[in-house]
């Protein structure tokens, strides 16, 4: 029973994975497509691939999400914990992608491993909780939107004297690096948080021991991110790289490049399983800034933020009732 009910968790964490991709495609590439650096399907082309390079270079935040969120009980019940926070993770990406609200997978597969953790009157560690998710949370996206906004500002000043016309296309050019680093950073935080899922109901049925990831798991999670990643996700792309402000390509990069180095900073050195969506569009955020304020629309900045706020709720209510329906079934 208890193997059959790994198989089933395993399949639904790849089913998230794959959602993860298509949800958080245009973290990677929204800005590369609205500037016209790259055309739409080379960009999820290479986000794909990037994703899954990503996914290889290391597992520490995998490791924080198997087992500093919570603690499950051992066998059926705790198997039924971590497979209704999947479905919960899995509803709020799909409804979120239907809005095209850019939310955050990371912050929805936290939220229901807290939900379904609560409804089963289960441990949650709550400090590391705050330390590792609710923190990062609050100042990531500040330092994204205040970091872009002063490496735009240096961008514009060593570039005052240039013209227009080869200084897009220039930028153009280094927005295809930028991309990459984006996907590879990508790749390297949201699929170890899959990684971690996995690895955490295999301990939990008793078919592992520790939290050392095995390579079958990063190779399935790898691929099941980068699927998704290349199936795109069009409707947040738009919300993105166009409704929230009109790019250029020296901003484009600029927002690139900063999310990039504050994903690789907080997997290396913090394991911080952070959100790539506040990351990418807080600093797009503080590169319209540099244009001038009104260059951004705040209206539709504030309804991102409202999706942010609501994710890990939204996402515990969900997971807390596909927990009550899953456990109705397998006591």
Same mark, same amino acid.
């Given at each position: 029973?208890?193997?059959?009910?790994?198989?089933?968790?395993?399949?639904?964490?790849?089913?998230?994975? !794959?959602?993860?991709?298509?949800?958080? =495609?245009?973290?990677?590439?929204?800005?590369?497509? +609205?500037?016209?650096?790259?055309?739409?399907?080379?960009?999820?082309?290479?986000?794909?691939?990037?994703?899954?390079?990503?996914?290889?270079?290391?597992?520490?935040?995998?490791?924080?999400?198997?087992?500093?969120?919570?603690?499950?009980?051992? #066998?059926?019940?705790?198997?039924?914990?971590?497979?209704?926070?999947?479905?919960?993770?899995?509803?709020?990406?799909?409804?979120?992608?239907?809005?095209?609200?850019?939310?955050? +997978?990371?912050?929805?597969?936290?939220?229901?491993?807290?939900?379904?953790?609560?409804?089963?009157?289960?441990?949650?560690?709550?400090?590391?909780?705050? *330390? *590792?998710?609710?923190?990062?949370?609050?100042?990531?996206?500040?330092?994204?939107?205040?970091?872009?906004?002063?490496?735009?500002?240096?961008?514009?000043?060593?570039?005052?004297?240039? *013209?227009?016309?080869?200084?897009?296309?220039?930028?153009?050019?280094?927005?295809?690096?930028? =991309?990459?680093?984006?996907?590879? #950073?990508?790749?390297?935080?949201?699929?170890?948080?899959?990684?971690?899922?996995?690895?955490?109901?295999?301990?939990?049925?008793?078919?592992?021991?520790?939290?050392?990831?095995?390579?079958?798991?990063?190779?399935?999670?790898?691929?099941?991110? +980068?699927?998704?990643? !290349?199936?795109?996700?069009?409707?947040?792309?738009?919300?993105?790289?166009?409704?929230?402000?009109?790019?250029?390509?020296?901003?484009?990069?600029? =927002?690139?490049?900063?999310? +990039?180095?504050?994903? !690789?900073?907080?997997?290396?050195?913090?394991?911080?399983?952070?959100?790539?969506?506040?990351?990418?569009?807080?600093?797009?955020?503080?590169?319209? &800034?540099? *244009?001038?304020?009104? &260059?951004?629309?705040?209206?539709?900045?504030?309804?991102?933020?409202? #999706?942010?706020?609501?994710?890990?709720?939204?996402?515990? =209510?969900?997971?807390?009732?596909?927990?009550?329906?899953?456990?109705?079934?397998?006591?």
């Amino acid at each position: 029973m208890e193997l059959a009910a790994v198989l089933v968790v395993i399949a639904v964490a790849l089913v998230f994975d !794959y959602t993860n991709g298509f949800h958080d =495609a245009a973290n990677a590439i929204a800005t590369s497509i +609205s500037t016209r650096a790259l055309a739409p399907r080379t960009a999820l082309a290479i986000a794909a691939v990037m994703n899954l390079a990503g996914a290889f270079l290391g597992t520490a935040v995998a490791t924080t999400v198997g087992q500093g969120i919570i603690t499950p009980p051992s #066998g059926l019940p705790g198997l039924t914990v971590v497979l209704a926070a999947l479905v919960g993770a899995v509803v709020w990406n799909l409804i979120t992608w239907y809005l095209g609200l850019p939310s955050s +997978s990371s912050h929805a597969l936290i939220g229901g491993l807290v939900g379904a953790a609560l409804a089963a009157r289960g441990t949650v560690q709550w400090s590391g909780v705050v *330390k *590792k998710v609710i923190i990062p949370m609050v100042v990531s996206p500040i330092v994204g939107f205040v970091l872009a906004a002063l490496f735009m500002t240096a961008l514009l000043w060593i570039f005052r004297r240039g *013209k227009p016309t080869p200084l897009n296309r220039g930028f153009r050019r280094a927005q295809t690096v930028s =991309a990459m680093a984006m996907a590879l #950073g990508h790749g390297l935080q949201d699929a170890q948080k899959t990684m971690g899922v996995i690895v955490l109901a295999l301990v939990v049925g008793g078919f592992h021991q520790g939290f050392e990831i095995p390579w079958w798991v990063i190779v399935c999670s790898a691929g099941a991110l +980068s699927a998704g990643t !290349y199936s795109g996700g069009w409707r947040i792309i738009r919300t993105l790289g166009r409704r929230m402000i009109d790019l250029d390509p020296p901003r484009g990069f600029a =927002a690139e490049a900063t999310a +990039s180095a504050i994903l !690789y900073t907080t997997a290396f050195v913090f394991a911080a399983p952070i959100s790539t969506t506040q990351t990418i569009t807080s600093a797009i955020l503080g590169v319209g &800034a540099t *244009k001038r304020l009104s &260059a951004v629309r705040w209206g539709v900045a504030g309804h991102i933020a409202i #999706g942010w706020a609501l994710t890990i709720p939204m996402a515990a =209510a969900s997971a807390a009732l596909a927990y009550l329906g899953v456990h109705a079934i397998v006591p």
